[in-house]
Structures are given as C-alpha cells and as structure tokens.
C-alpha cells in the first residue's frame, strides 16, 4: 500500500514558476512507475509528466520543456518544477503511483493540489 500527499500548488502569475512535491508513505524506488496528473476545469483528466524506475522520463505535449518531473529516494519524494507557467496550466495536479503487488497491479493517487496561473 503506498499513501500519496502533495503539496506546493498555489497562485502564481503567468510565466512563475512553482515546484510540487509528492511524499510517498514508503520507498519509491520500489514503486514501478510516478507521475503527475492533472484536471482542469472542464476537463479531464490527462497526464503531466511521469517517471519510470528506469529513470526515463515523458511528458505531455503542452508542457514539454516548461516542466520537470524528477525524484530522491532519500526522501520518498516526487516533484514536478514546473517553469514558465500558462493560464492554461492551472489546474488540480494529482500524484500518481502504480505498484505491482505478487505480479498485481495497483493505482494510487493523492488527494491533490490547486495550481492557479493568473494575473
């Protein structure tokens, strides 16, 4: 089992930058993948960012080089910099972490953190 909490949203202007951070409640580097999630008003919700044991990063589209997703497994942590942030990044960014138990796989989520881009 794997509890997710977020942190760091809040308001900025457009072009700020912010950083999130995910504190796992045990050991990421047995965790076999985390990313982050978003939804934003209106819509769906879609992938950010996410990160592989193997360290291999993707993101999406609308956020490639503006955000980067990176972790320490000293401090079960993931974060998510995020540069250079729009109006349209504002949104709920939830972590997510997906585990594999005895060969089954399980999703975990946050409970989220409000990213608002406005001036």
């Known amino acids: 089992q794997v509890q997710l909490s977020e942190s760091g949203g809040g308001l900025v202007q457009p072009g700020g930058s912010l950083r999130l951070s995910c504190v796992a409640s045990r050991s990421i580097a047995s965790i076999n993948a985390m990313g982050w999630y978003r939804r934003a008003p209106g819509k769906q919700r879609e992938l950010v960012a996410d990160l592989t044991p193997g360290g291999s990063a993707q993101y999406a589209d609308s956020v490639k080089g503006r955000f980067i997703i990176s972790s320490d497994s000293t401090k079960n942590t993931l974060y998510l910099q995020m540069n250079d942030l729009k109006p349209e990044d504002t949104a709920v960014y939830y972590c997510?972490?997906?585990?594999?138990?005895?060969?089954?796989?399980?999703?975990?989520w946050g409970q989220g953190t409000q990213v608002t881009v406005s001036s």
């Open positions: 997510h972490a997906v585990d594999y138990v005895s060969a089954r796989r399980s999703d975990y």
